[in-house]
């Protein structure tokens, strides 16, 4: 490991640490030339998931984006950050489990809507709305008229 500070490629590990999810280990170095100190992380690389668009083009899986859709659905609800975090976490375990190098992005929003669908039925409306490109207002009442269907039949 070069070190940061004089470039020097011998150095010693003063210290490791694992994480809490045991996912990294954080490792102290110390620089056998210059005695600076620097941290470094160690994680397993994860193969890059390609989404395939509508269009058929493809681009690497991006986590921000869905969680960026996520978070406009779930603006104003009482929902933390830390369940959307763990849902994606387990969305991008799924693809990492499933060797999955390709999928598509119709895939990933269906399953983004079976989520909310169970965590807030205000936030699944919302997002159904603009994934699902609802031609007009009959189309909409449909999927409303769908889920207040649904929630009967479980109570």
């Not at 193969?47 to 986590?63: A, C, M, Q, W």
């Not at 598509?104 to 409306?125: N, R, S, T």
Request: contains cysteine.
């Amino acid at each position: 490991m070069k070190c940061p500070f004089c470039t020097a490629v011998e150095n010693k590990v003063v210290d490791s640490r694992v994480s809490k999810d045991a996912s990294v280990i954080r490792r102290r170095r110390q620089c056998l030339e210059c005695g600076q100190r620097f941290t470094t992380y160690e994680r397993v690389e994860e193969l890059e998931t390609y989404v395939i668009k509508k269009d058929g083009s493809r681009e690497i899986f991006d986590r921000s984006k869905v969680k960026q859709g996520i978070q406009v659905s779930l603006r104003k609800r009482p929902v933390s950050m830390e369940i959307v975090n763990d849902f994606l976490d387990a969305l991008e375990h799924g693809f990492q489990e499933k060797n999955q190098r390709e999928i598509p992005a119709k895939e990933i929003g269906e399953m983004v809507i079976q989520w909310l669908k169970g965590v807030d039925d205000v936030a699944y409306v919302r997002f159904a709305s603009v994934y699902r490109e609802f031609r007009d207002v009959r189309e909409f009442m449909n999927e409303l008229e769908s889920l207040i269907a649904q929630k009967k039949e479980v109570s």
